[in-house]
T-cell receptor
Framework: GAVVSQHPSRVICKSGTSVKIECRSL??????MFWYRQFPKQSLMLMAT?????????EQGVEKDKFLINHASLTLSTLTVTSAHPEDSSFYIC????????????FGEGSRLTVL | AQTVTQSQPEMSVQEAETVTLSCTYDTSENNYYLFWYKQPPSRQMILVIR??????QNATENRFSVNFQKAAKSFSLKISDSQLGDTAMYFCAFMKPPNFGNEKLTFGTGTRLTIIP
């Protein structure tokens, strides 16, 4: 099966700092990667869609300058939370679609961000 | 815009029993995908089952089966012979006709299922 890995799985940072979360497809080329945010006991909300080599498409209400997404290669997308504040504390999950296999998503393990 | 509704925030059932989780959705699309995902305490999202709307036959995966009623826009999940490992949060999800790079999922609010020993 296709494996998607996220790193770090947990991160704690001080308010005002920036944090980068990586999402890698380990054994396949990812056509597109998606970033979701999940608050405690809530559902997953799509933040943005990123395609390799192009700018990410953000969902309505998501600040693109706050959540920087870079999709540098077919196996790596990064989410950078800039000038993090306590309200940015959340669980962030990435997913990827596999080149040549439409309609199927593979999820990373998620990254828990805590901003003090 | 598509919406997905799960009306059961929490459910519990005795081990070995059968349980059905409800999901309804709203869309103007004729073709789409529907999914059930499981999120155990580890928070890893695990695909349970997938249904393509153009297929009339209900999808099954071992102990998991769905009742897909396209006209009613209903997509329930039945878990037979429930096991302790089935304890998790279950999310129903909708995907518009998938084109490469457009596989966005819209999730329901989830149902927390507890299997009681």
């Amino acid at each position: 099966g296709a494996v998607v890995s996220q790193h770090p799985s947990r991160v704690i940072c001080k308010s005002g700092t920036s944090v980068k979360i990586e999402c890698r497809s380990l054994d396949f080329q990812a056509t597109t990667m998606f970033w979701y945010r999940q608050f405690p006991k809530q559902s997953l909300m799509l933040m943005a869609t990123s395609n390799e080599g192009s700018k990410a498409t953000y969902e309505q209400g998501v600040e693109k300058d706050k959540f920087l997404i870079n999709h540098a290669s077919l196996t790596l997308s990064t989410l950078t939370v800039t000038s993090a504040h306590p309200e940015d504390s959340s669980f962030y999950i990435c997913s990827a679609t596999r080149r040549g296999l439409s309609g199927e998503l593979f999820f990373g393990e998620g990254s828990r961000l805590t901003v003090l | 815009a598509q919406t997905v509704t799960q009306s059961q925030p929490e459910m519990s059932v005795q081990e070995a029993e059968t349980v059905t989780l409800s999901c309804t959705y709203d869309t103007s699309e004729n073709n789409y995908y529907l999914f059930w995902y499981k999120q155990p305490p580890s928070r890893q999202m695990i695909l349970v089952i997938r249904q393509e709307a153009y297929k009339q036959q209900n999808a099954t995966e071992n102990r998991f089966s769905v009742n897909f009623q396209k006209a009613a826009k209903s997509f329930s999940l039945k878990i037979s012979d429930s096991q302790l490992g089935d304890t998790a949060m279950y999310f129903c999800a909708f995907m518009k006709p998938p084109n490469f790079g457009n596989e966005k999922l819209t999730f329901g609010t989830g149902t927390r299922l507890t299997i009681i020993p």
